[in-house]
């Protein structure tokens, strides 16, 4: 049996793997920026290839390894997903949403271009993510449908988009736990988990107790980056994160810090990042990358 | 051979029947008014569930009588189109595109409700869309990919999105014939001509002549839906069409009507309806609904 080549790289390798190999399959899937209308493309362009963690499409790579998953099927879906996630990001730095002028350690889409600009390269964004799942070269149409389903969950208003509404209406409100938790399973939770059932979906097919556990860890898995992501708004600097620290505690927006205090939530995330790492024992050896992917998470910096 | 009962119908009475179908289907597919986050729910049926024309899912079910479709898929696919439509108004209508007040006789989602809500009622909306076309109810998973690679590509920066990105770069230029026809051709041709072609592809496999003819006449109906549409915000007035008239010529968008004069751009409509229904000869006695309806598009006065 030969031992794909990325098995033997350490995990920061595997990373940098993956992540240039995302932003090789996005620059490949978007539009060229000199394609009519140019300017949109180009904004289109600027909004998805700006770097980033790459977080979703890593958990999708990571959890295509315990489905012998193709490379070529996981760079579509790690696509699709991290195009939701952009479009996401421009729509909510929109003046009318979050109204920020940096991200990724640049300025916001709107302020580089405009605000219809930014308004309609997320529309963009969203509709090419759904028609690189739909590829006819892709070679399995009943996953390919479920992947949609789950994809189109994951952003819409009982996902992703859901999160927002109800973050947007917590502003100044003292929410109590489980309505945060509720606000960010859907907010940033949904997509965490689509990635990981994704990356599941592009091999070969699991038996309900395993796709149970892999649901169990995509949630605590999509929580734990939540409830880290707060601890670093409060803790690390504008520089570090490359966009504005401590603008949640300053728009009164509830986090899991001011809802806990700064020293239980961070027990609250190694208590997740267990539960997590918990949820794969039924998968052996075969989950190594996420694991690693969620000890990413639980200790990142940035 | 029973002849199913939609055929004894007169066209309004189909239109009316098909009108009344599609908003039953919307109102199913949406989520309930009162699921959390109720208030995105409630603006996304404010949204959607306002009547209109509904001309796209009219496209959708007189093209699906040339495959003899069956009325379940059609509904689907019709409400697919007409979510994606729905997104696009509300979109369109933000104050930092179109800033329109009036929509189909009613304030505008961002004025009924807010911006940041408008903007995920939008996002939600299309997610909803391509949710539909993924159901796994459907029965034809190849069919169903086709059917959203269609619509994907006919919604994103190379179809309706990017042809809105040309209308705003248009505002207070002077554009030639050929330079309006392909804003057209993707601002409201896209979303047309997906319609017909989804319509088609519900039913039985049309050969290569077939696709082609079909195509042709979508693309004639949508921009002639374009240059009707021209020339009744010249002609007619607020009441009558529900939306603010007069808008474009006021904001010196280029129209057929400014581009041609209004006599020219009747020439024209009557020219396109001519070609429009001359591609369906193919299809002899079986697109009565298609020719019924491109008049319909011709000669109506809202």
Redesign the interface.
């Known amino acids: 049996m030969t031992v794909p080549a990325t098995h033997l790289l350490s995990f920061p390798d595997w990373m940098g793997s993956v992540q240039t190999r995302v932003e090789a399959a996005l620059a490949r899937s978007l539009?060229p920026g000199e394609?009519?209308?140019a300017?949109?493309?180009q904004a289109?362009r600027y909004a998805s290839l700006a770097g980033g963690k790459r977080v979703r499409p890593l958990l999708v790579f990571a959890a295509g390894e315990l489905t012998e998953a193709s490379t070529a099927r996981l760079e579509v879906a790690a696509s699709a997903v991290e195009l939701i996630h952009s479009?996401s990001l421009v729509?909510d730095d929109?003046p009318?949403?979050d109204d920020d002028v940096l991200r990724r350690g640049r300025p916001t889409c709107h302020v580089e271009y405009?605000?219809?600009?930014a308004?309609?390269v997320?529309?963009?964004l969203?509709?090419?993510a759904?028609?690189l799942?739909?590829?006819?070269d892709f070679g399995d149409?009943?996953r390919?449908?479920?992947m949609?389903?789950v994809l189109?969950?994951a952003?819409?208003?009982?996902?992703m988009?859901?999160g927002?509404?109800?973050d947007?209406?917590a502003v100044g409100q003292q929410l109590n736990q489980p309505e945060l938790e509720?606000m960010h399973a859907l907010k940033t939770g949904a997509l965490m988990r689509a990635a990981v059932l994704l990356g599941g979906l592009c091999g070969k097919a699991l038996d309900d107790a395993e796709r149970e556990s892999l649901d169990r860890f995509a949630k605590r898995a999509g929580l734990l980056f939540q409830v880290v992501d707060d601890i670093l708004d409060c803790t690390a600097s504008t520089a570090t994160l490359g966009k504005t620290a401590g603008k949640d505690a300053a728009a009164t927006k509830p986090t899991y810090v001011s809802v806990m205090g700064l020293e239980r939530a961070r027990e609250f995330a190694a208590d997740l990042r267990e539960q997590a790492v918990g949820a794969l024992a039924v998968f052996g050896g075969g989950c190594r990358r996420l694991v690693e992917l969620t000890d990413f998470i639980t200790w990142r910096k940035f």
């Open positions: 539009p394609a009519i209308p300017r949109l493309h289109m479009y729509h929109l009318c949403m405009d605000e219809a600009t308004l309609l997320g529309d963009s969203q509709s090419l759904f028609e799942l739909a590829r006819d149409g009943r390919q449908l479920e949609i389903r189109a969950r952003s819409g208003s009982c996902g988009a859901g927002q509404a109800i947007l209406a509720l």
